[in-house]
């Protein structure tokens, strides 16, 4: 069974920085894309960076500038840097992949989304 572990929430001032990581764990036979989501209280779950396998990230328009995602395929992780947070960053930030298993002598690609960590910016 493949898990995520995600670490490095918080709360912080407006400003401030946090780094999250996210480890896959399981018998995996390769990753794919890996990125990160938030959702806050009351609102959908919105994207906000994903990186390719070979590294060509994309994010959302709201934090360009200020986020990047990075990843290290052989230990199976991805990041996230956040700098010059601000209050509307507040949510929880769940980390997903797409990782591909070993069934028999069948490979398949499900998505796995961690639990989520927790991120506060105050004012």
């Known amino acids: 069974q493949v898990q995520l572990a995600e670490s490095g929430g918080g709360s912080v001032h407006t400003g401030g920085s946090l780094r999250l990581s996210c480890e896959a764990s399981?018998?995996?036979?390769?990753?794919?894309?890996m990125g990160w989501y938030r959702q806050a209280p009351g609102k959908q779950r919105e994207l906000v960076a994903t990186t390719t396998k070979g590294g060509t990230a994309n994010y959302a328009d709201s934090v360009k500038g200020r986020f990047t995602i990075s990843r290290d395929n052989a230990k199976d992780s991805v990041f996230l840097q956040m700098n010059n947070l601000k209050p509307e960053d507040t949510a929880v930030y769940l980390c997903?992949?797409?990782?591909?298993?070993?069934?028999?002598?069948?490979?398949?690609?499900?998505?796995?989304w961690g639990q989520g960590t927790q991120v506060t910016v105050s004012s």
């Open positions: 399981g018998v995996i036979f390769g990753i794919n894309d």
């Open positions: 997903t992949m797409a990782v591909s298993v070993m069934s028999g002598d069948i490979v398949h690609e499900m998505d796995i």
